[in-house]
Every structure is written in C-alpha cells, then in structure tokens.
C-alpha cells in the first residue's frame, strides 16, 4: 500500500466503509486512503457467519492506514440498527466534520439449501446486508439532504456492494441471493430519490477472495502460481470503487458494474425483450402458446451459480 497524499483523486473526501475489517472492505478503506481520503472504517468484527464482536478487525485496518501516512478512524457499531447507523455518520461528522462518500459492504453468509435454510438464518442474513445498506443510506442521505436545504450541495457517492448471486442467483444462497437482488433496487431508488440533492448512487458485483467466498467457491478462488497475476485478489475490485467515489464519476449514477481480476462490466438489467400483444383477454390455452413462442424469440437466460 502507498502512503496516501494530498494529489489523489480522493484528496480531502470523507469516506466511510462498512464491513472494513477483512476482505472487500479493507482493500476499500486502504486504496481510498491511498487517494487521500480520510476514512471511517467500520466492522463489527463478527464471525463469517456473523457470530460475535470484536473491535480488533476495524482498528488493525486503521493501523495500517496510519503507518501508510493516511488517516482513519474506526467504528464498531452494527449499522443494521438505526442506532449503529446514525453513530456511524455521526462518527464521520464529529471527526472529520464532513462526509462524502458511503461504501456499503459489510455482510456474511449462512448458506443453506431453500428446504434446509432456517427463517432465522434467512432474517440475518436479509438483516445485515439488505437492511444494513437501507439505514446507512438513510441515515447518510438525510445529512446530505440537511446539506443540500442548507445551500451547501454535496457532491456525494454510495457505492453499494451487490453480488453476481443478486443478478443470477446461486444454488444454495437463497437469502444471499435475495439480499444481494434487493441492494440492486435499492440502488436504482436511492440514485432517483437522492439525486435532487447532488448524491450519486452506484452498485458493484465483485468477485474477489475473501471469507465468504474461499470456501463456497474454492476451486475459483484458489491462489494462483507465484509470480502469477492473482485475479481474485480483492484489491483488483477497489479502484473502480475508488473512482465511483470521487468527483471524477460526475455524471454517473443508478448504474451496476461487475469487477472481476482486470475486468469491468457495465450490466444491462431487466429489460423488454419479444412481446405480444392480442388487444383482448387471452385464454389460458392462448397465453401458454404466445408464451412459448415469446421464449423460442428470447435470449436464453444465464445459468444460475452453482447449478447442475
């Protein structure tokens, strides 16, 4: 990691990250405060399965910020409470007295067949990365809409965190999949309601190594040969997170990307394909043939991860 400094295209923002600590988030925080961001690393610490508290994960990232030349404080709190939430933008304010840009990241799994998954397994997942990426949100975008009412228009960001199982699903992560999917509405609502008060909002499906996927996919994950590039390394995903959140991504809002090793995707979401339209009430018998030759016309769609 280089130390930060005052040119980087993040220099003088107030960045917060969620779910800090390891992985995605850590090469986050780390590669803003690169650009010379000042960050809010935030991570309850908890278990892969989202088990336990510890304020260790969260402070050793500000450590190395630190001992780069960088800036950051941590924060423990779970923002899927509205009291970790509004602590956490509070965190940002009273330290830095501004904030910029949110990266919602934090999350875990319980991965479990559908006849197999417990609700409770399914409530906490949903918890922590669907409702964790609302209260943030609300809690961030009600600053900035304070700002905005104020005269002092924000030039604000959210990058969200999404999932390849959010776009196509994936055997065995049913309420991962779910989560991941409603973070992607969430996002194209957020850009519309939030843009009147100057903040950008953006979605990312990483694929990268980290504890929630060396072990589900660990063929793909693997490290590779030494001196080999390592494309599931998650700092490859952080610069096009980075850039979302500066003042360089003007202009680009509501928008979903996937980052993999060297590559960028911009997805293209549900849009109309073939359709047929008979001006009266189809029998059923009627709708099942249109259906059919609809389909015969259609893209065939993606295989779900994991499906056999």
Known sequence: ????????????????????????????????????????????GAARDGSG??????????????????????????????????????????????????????????DRMLVNLDEDDWDAVLRVHLKGHFLTLKHAGAHWRAEAKAGRAPHACVVNTSSGAGLLGSVGQGNYSAAKAGVLGLTLVAAAELAAYG???????????????????????????????????????????VWLGSTASAGVTGRVFEAEGGRITVMEGWRPGPSA????????????????????????????????
């Not at 960045?15 to 590669?31: E, F, K, S």
């Not at 009266?280 to 893209?299: F, I, N, T, V, Y």
Request: charged residues 20%; glycine residues 10%; contains cysteine.
């Open 53 to 110: 508290v510890s304020k260790g994960p969260a402070q050793d990232v500000v450590e190395q910020i630190r001992a780069a030349g960088g800036d950051a404080v941590a924060h423990c709190g779970d923002i899927a409470t509205p009291e970790g939430a509004a602590s956490l933008v509070q965190a940002a304010l009273e330290t830095y007295g501004r904030l910029d840009t949110l990266v919602n990241n934090a999350g875990f799994l319980r």
């Open 277 to 308: 339209d008979k001006g009266a009430r189809w029998s059923p018998a009627e709708a099942g043939e249109a259906a059919l030759k609809l389909l015969s016309r259609a893209e065939p769609p993606q295989p779900v991860y994991g499906a056999r």
């Open 1 to 44: 990691m280089t130390a930060a400094v005052d040119s980087g295209i993040c220099a003088g923002r107030v960045v917060i990250v969620t779910g800090a600590g390891r992985g995605l988030g850590r090469a986050h925080a780390r590669a803003y405060a690169a650009e010379g961001a000042r960050v809010v690393v935030n991570d309850l």
């Open 199 to 241: 903040v950008r909002v953006n979605a990312l499906a990483p694929a990268a190594r980290t504890r929630m996927t060396e072990q589900t996919f660990a063929d793909t994950m693997a490290a590779p040969q030494e001196g080999a590039f390592d494309a599931m390394a998650p700092e490859n995903v952080s610069p096009l997170v």
